[in-house]
C-alpha cells in the first residue's frame, strides 16, 4: 500500500509500522460491498506495510483453522453507531499470545478503514526451560494452587528473617477459594513487566506483591528464565482470601509449567484498565474535531488508564462501582453501564466510552483532594460514599431522553452533600457523551464541592469556581488553538479572558450565574498566569502554579459554611486570600505568598470599588489596596505580565559616594559602598511609618529567604513623614560592604502601616526567593553584573573568562538543574557565544536537597570587535542573561549587562585601573606566589 502525506504513521522503537491512520484519505475498495471483506481486502494490501505475511492472517472463511504457525485470528467485532472495530489476535502453536494482535477500525457508513493499530509479535521463538513439574492447566486445582502459592518465598525467607516472617504470615492467612480459569498461552517475559509498579513490595523488585498491608511473597524467576524470550505459560486466574479481610481479591499469575517459576503476578483488587479522554481532543491540539466526527478520527486519541478503586468482581465480571462512584441507570434513556472481565476498551461514540469517563473522571475528582493535602471525609462529611453516577441522562425538562448537551451535580436529600452527577451529550444528537469533557466535569465538581460546605450549588454572588478548575487544570502544556476557550470541546460559549469593558464585577454581565462565573474564571485564571501561568512551553512551570492557585480555591471552599457563604467577589477574594496566608506548605513551599496578587486579580476585573454601583453599569478596575507601597520592578506595582527576570529592578542602585546620585555605580569590593532605593504608594491613602530595608548575598541562584540573605550595613532606614497616592521617594544612603567581585545580589524590603513585606506573612518557614520576590511589590532585586561594554570584542570576551556563580537547590529534594543563555542580537552577531565548563546546559546536572554547585563560564566563541558607540546607541543596553531552571521551574538567573564606559573587566580592583600582568601571583613562579595565587582564586581577588 502506497503510504502518502494524507496517511499519518507511526513507528514503535524497532522501525516498523505501529499505527496508520487514514484520516483525510480512508481506505475503500469500490469493487468489494461490505465492511467485513474491506478488512480482509485492506490487510492483504497492507501486509508488507506492517512487514507481516498475508499467509498469516485467517480470511473470514477459515477462522477456526489450525493455528500452528504464527497466525492473526478475527476474534472480535465491536460495532457502534457508525464504526467497527476488527480485533485480531495473533496465535502461535494455536496459543494466543499475550497482548499480541492488531486491530482495524472502519467506518460504517461510508464502508471504509480509518486506522489500524498493529502489535504484532514478530519473531516468535517459543523457549523451552529445562524441569520437569509439569504444571500444566489441568493440574491446578485449589488444593495445588494453595500449596504451591505458600512454597513462594520459602527459599528466600531461609536467609531473610523478615521474609521468613512474612512467608509464615501467608501461610496462616491466605486461602484459595476459586479458580476462574487455567488455561495455556504464550508469554514474552519481561523482569519489568513481572509485578506492576504499584503492586510491588517494598523490600526489593521481586520481593512480591503488595497490596493493603499484606505481602505475597514470590520467588526469583529459575536462572534459566531469559529476558525477552517467549515461553508457554499456564495463566490462572483465581480468588483468595486473607482472614480478617471482609472481601476476597482476585488475582492472575502466568506460571512457566516447567520450572514452576511465576513469570507475571497481578492483583485484580483496586483496578482495571479503561480508555478514556484525559484531556479532550482540542486541548491535545485536534481543534477541527467535534462529537459528530468518525470514531477512526476519535479512537486515536484515547488514553489507556488505570480504574481504581472498583469492587471486588463478582464471577470475574467488573461493574463500574467503586469506593466513591457507582455508575447506576437513574434516569431516561435506558442504559446500563457496561461490565467487563478484563479491560473497559471502547470506541468513542459509544455510551460504554462515555461511561468508562464518567467513572474514572468523577472517581479522579474526589481521589485528587489528597494531593492538595485535603482530607476527603472531612471536605465532603455531608456525602455518602459512593456516590451515584449516570453517564447516559435525562437532564431538566428541556432534556428529554438525555438528547442534550448538559451536565448536573445534585445535592443529597438533606441539602448538605452531593448526589453525584449526570452527564448527557457532548453535542445534541451525537453518540458522544460529555463524561468525556473533563473540564465540565471539573466544572461539576466545583458544585459538589460548594454542596458539601455550604450547602447550595452556588456561591451568594456566582454560579460555581467550577469554570476555573476546568480552564487551570487543562491549561498546562495545552495544545489547543484557542487558548481562553473555556469548553472547546462541548463548545459551551463560556471564556476566561473576557475584557472589563463588558465583563466587569458589577457590570453588564455581572449576573450571579454564568456570566459572572465567566468574570470569576478570567479573575482566577490571571492569579494563575502570572505566577507561572504564562510561561509557555514549560508545563511543570504552569503545573506548578495551577496547583497552587486550584490548592488555595479548593482550601477556601472548604473554609466555607452555610452562614459565611462568599456573598460577594470581595468576599471571596478575601477568604481566599485568609486560606492562602494560612497554608502552611504546599509543593514545599509555604503559604502567605501569593495573596497580594489574588487582591490584584480581583480588582483588576472590577472588585473593590471606590464607588460601588448598583445598576450594573461598572466598567473599571477597583481601586488598590488603601496604602500599597511598593519598589518598581519595571510592572508599576502590579503583577502583570509574569516576570521572569525579577532580579533586575533598576530602582535599587549603588554609588560610590554618599552624594544622592540616581544612577549605578559598579560596587566596589572590600570599601564602604551606597544604595538608594525608590519607592511608590499606588494605593488611595497616604502611607505612613515607613521603613525600607535591605539585604545582600553571595552571587546566585536558587537562593532561599532568609537563610541565604544577610543585612546591608546600614540595615533599614524609617521614612519621615507620609507619601501621599501617586508620590515617590529616594530612600538612603544605605552603607554596604560588597564582598564579591563584581557582583553581589541586592534586596530591598519596603514596609508601611497597613502594607507589610510578605516576609511577614510566609511563617511556616524558609522560602525560595523566586516565589517571594515577584509576587509581592514591596520586594525587589537587583543583581545586574556590569560588563565591559567600552573596549571591544576583546574586553567583553574578557569579562567572562573565570566568572562563576552559584547555583542553588532551593528544595528538600533532589533536582535536575537546566540552563539557558539569552543574549542581545548585537552580541549574536557579533558571533558570541557561551556556555559553561563541564556542563551540558541542556542536561545540566543533579543537586540533593539544598545543595550547590559553582559553575564557571566558557567562552565557546569569542565576540567580534565593536565600538563604544555601537554599545550606546541600542535601544536597550546589550545583556547576556541566564536562566537556571531547577526541574524545569525558573528559580533564578544573572544579568550581565554592557556598559559602554567599562573598557576592560578588573575584578577586584576598581574599574578604569589598569591590571598589571607582572602583579599577577598566578603568572609567576615560586611558593609564595603559589600561595597568594591560591588565595586570590579563594577570596575572589583577580
Not at 530 to 538: C, F, L, N, S, W
Not at 674 to 696: H, L, M
Request: hydrophobic fraction near 35%; charge should be negative; aromatic fraction near 10%.
Amino acid at each position: 500500500m502506497e503510504i502518502n502525506k494524507n496517511t499519518k504513521v507511526t513507528h514503535d522503537n524497532d522501525g516498523r509500522i505501529k499505527q496508520i491512520l487514514h484520516i483525510q484519505q480512508p481506505y475503500r475498495n469500490e469493487k468489494i460491498t461490505g465492511l467485513d471483506d474491506l478488512v480482509f481486502d485492506y490487510l492483504d494490501n497492507v501486509c508488507e506495510n506492517l512487514e507481516i505475511p498475508s499467509q498469516a492472517i485467517a480470511k473470514a472463511e477459515g477462522r477456526n483453522i489450525d493455528t500452528s504457525e504464527s497466525m492473526l485470528r478475527l476474534e472480535d467485532v465491536k460495532r457502534t453507531k457508525d464504526s467497527a472495530v476488527y480485533s485480531f489476535q495473533q496465535y502461535v502453536q494455536s496459543l494466543p499470545i499475550w497482548e499480541a494482535g492488531l486491530s482495524v477500525i472502519g467506518n460504517t457508513r461510508s464502508e471504509s478503514i480509518r486506522m489500524c493499530h498493529n502489535n504484532y509479535s514478530y519473531k516468535v521463538n517459543i523457549g523451552k526451560a529445562p524441569g520437569d513439574k509439569g504444571i500444566e492447566p489441568d493440574k491446578v486445582d485449589i488444593k495445588f494452587l494453595k500449596e504451591f502459592l505458600l512454597d513462594q518465598g520459602l527459599k528466600r525467607a531461609e536467609q531473610n528473617a523478615f521474609l521468613k516472617e512474612i512467608a509464615k504470615m501467608a501461610a496462616e492467612r491466605f486461602e484459595v477459594s476459586k479458580i476462574t480459569q487455567s488455561r495455556s498461552i504464550i508469554y514474552q517475559y519481561k523482569k519489568d513487566h513481572r509485578i506492576h509498579q504499584e503492586q510491588m513490595g517494598p523490600h526489593d523488585s521481586i520481593s512480591g506483591l503488595k497490596f493493603d498491608n499484606f505481602d505475597i511473597p514470590l520467588d526469583p524467576v529459575d536462572d534459566s528464565i531469559e529476558e525477552n524470550t517467549y515461553y508457554k505459560v499456564t495463566d490462572v486466574l483465581f480468588t483468595a482470601g486473607i482472614k480478617d479481610f471482609v472481601e476476597p481479591y482476585n488475582f492472575r499469575i502466568f506460571i512457566e509449567p516447567h520450572t514452576g517459576s511465576i513469570l507475571y503476578a497481578r492483583i485484580l483488587l483496586s483496578h482495571v484498565d479503561g480508555y478514556v479522554y484525559l484531556k479532550d481532543p482540542p486541548t491535545k491540539g485536534s481543534s477541527g474535531l467535534t462529537g459528530s466526527s468518525p470514531s477512526g478520527s476519535l479512537d486515536p486519541l484515547r488514553d489507556s488508564v488505570t480504574l481504581q478503586g472498583l469492587d471486588t468482581p463478582s464471577g470475574g465480571t467488573y461493574s463500574l462501582t467503586g469506593e466513591y462512584i457507582a455508575l447506576e441507570d437513574i434516569s431516561d434513556p435506558n442504559v446500563l453501564p457496561p461490565t467487563n472481565s478484563a479491560n473497559f476498551n471502547y470506541s468513542v461514540p459509544t455510551d460504554d466510552f462515555s461511561a468508562v469517563n464518567a467513572y474514572y473522571h468523577s472517581d479522579k475528582l474526589f481521589r485528587m483532594l489528597s494531593f492538595y493535602d485535603i482530607d476527603i471525609h472531612d471536605y465532603f462529611n455531608g456525602t455518602d460514599f459512593p456516590v451515584r453516577v449516570d453517564h447516559r441522562a435525562s437532564i431538566g425538562c428541556t432534556c428529554g431522553g438525555g438528547n442534550c448537551k448538559n451536565a448536573s451535580a445534585p445535592g443529597n436529600s438533606s441539602s448538605n452533600g452531593s448526589d453525584g452527577f449526570r452527564y448527557a451529550l457532548v453535542e445534541a444528537n451525537t453518540p458522544v457523551g460529555i463524561a468525556t469533557a473533563w473540564r465540565v466535569v471539573l466544572h461539576e465538581f466545583g458544585h459538589a464541592c460548594l454542596w458539601d460546605n455550604v450547602n447550595s450549588p452556588n456561591f451568594g454572588f456566582c454560579h460555581s469556581m467550577g469554570d476555573s478548575l476546568a480552564v487551570i487544570l487543562n491549561d498546562p502544556g495545552t495544545q489547543a488553538t484557542d487558548r481562553f476557550e473555556s469548553f472547546p470541546w462541548s463548545k459551551i460559549d463560556r471564556r476566561h479572558d473576557r475584557p472589563i469593558s463588558d465583563w466587569a464585577y458589577y457590570g453588564p454581565n455581572y449576573d450571579g450565574s454564568y456570566g459572572t462565573e465567566q468574570i470569576l474564571s478570567t479573575t482566577l485564571f490571571r492569579v494563575y498566569r502570572v505566577t507561572g501561568g504564562d510561561y509557555i512551553g514549560y508545563p511543570n512551570h504552569q503545573k506548578f502554579a495551577a496547583d497552587w492557585v486550584i490548592k488555595t480555591v479548593l482550601q477556601t471552599v472548604g473554609e466555607l459554611t452555610p452562614a459565611t457563604n462568599a456573598n460577594s467577589p470581595e468576599e471571596l477574594c478575601n477568604s481566599m486570600m485568609s486560606t492562602e496566608i494560612g497554608i502552611n506548605s504546599f509543593l514545599g513551599i509555604p503559604g502567605g505568598h501569593l495573596h497580594k496578587v489574588i487582591r490584584w486579580s480581583f480588582e483588576k476585573q472590577g472588585a473593590y470599588l471606590a464607588t460601588p454601583v448598583t445598576d450594573n453599569s461598572n466598567d473599571q478596575e477597583g481601586a488598590p489596596e488603601p496604602v500599597d507601597v511598593y519598589i518598581d520592578d519595571g510592572r508599576n506595582g502590579i503583577y502583570e505580565p509574569m516576570l521572569g527576570n525579577f532580579w533586575n529592578t533598576t530602582d535599587i542602585w549603588n554609588r560610590l559616594m554618599a552624594d544622592n546620585g540616581i544612577t549605578h555605580d559598579p560596587p566596589v569590593v572590600g570599601v564602604t559602598n551606597y544604595i538608594y532605593v525608590r519607592i511608590k504608594n499606588r494605593g488611595t491613602q497616604p502611607a505612613s511609618n515607613i521603613v525600607v530595608r535591605g539585604y545582600q548575598c553571595n552571587p546566585g541562584t536558587g537562593l532561599v529567604w532568609p537563610n541565604d540573605w544577610t543585612p546591608w550595613a546600614t540595615p533599614s532606614i524609617n521614612v519621615p513623614g507620609t507619601l501621599n497616592p501617586g508620590a515617590s521617594t529616594v530612600v538612603g544612603p544605605f552603607q554596604w560592604i560588597p564582598q564579591n567581585v563584581g557582583h553581589d545580589c541586592l534586596l530591598a524590603m519596603v514596609d508601611a502601616d497597613g502594607d507589610s513585606a510578605n516576609d511577614s506573612t510566609v511563617t511556616a518557614g524558609p522560602i525560595p526567593h523566586y516565589r517571594l520576590v515577584p509576587f509581592d511589590n514591596n520586594i525587589a532585586q537587583r543583581n545586574v553584573v556590569p560588563v565591559a561594554g567600552g573596549g571591544s570584542g576583546s574586553g567583553l570576551t574578557g569579562s567572562f573568562i573565570d566568572r562563576r556563580f552559584l547555583v542553588r537547590n532551593p528544595f528538600e529534594r533532589e533536582v535536575h538543574v537546566t540552563f539557558e543563555i539569552e543574549q542581545h542580537s548585537l552580541l549574536t552577531k557579533l558571533g558570541l557565544q557561551l556556555g559553561f565548563k563541564g556542563v551540558d546546559m541542556k542536561e545540566g546536572f543533579k543537586l540533593g536537597a539544598r545543595e550547590e554547585k559553582e559553575v564557571e563560564f566558557d567562552v565557546i566563541k569569542r565576540s567580534g570587535d565593536f565600538s563604544k558607540q555601537d554599545i550606546a546607541s541600542q535601544n536597550h543596553p546589550p545583556q547576556v542573561e541566564v536562566l537556571v531552571y531547577t526541574d524545569e521551574l525558573l528559580t533564578g538567573g544573572m544579568t550581565y549587562r554592557l556598559d559602554p564606559e567599562i573598557e576592560k573587566d578588573l575584578r577586584g580592583k576598581p574599574y578604569g585601573q589598569e591590571d598589571k600582568d607582572d602583579n599577577d601571583p598566578c603568572k609567576k613562579k615560586g611558593f609564595f606566589n603559589w600561595l597568594r595565587c591560591l588565595i586570590k582564586k579563594i577570596f575572589g581577588h583577580r
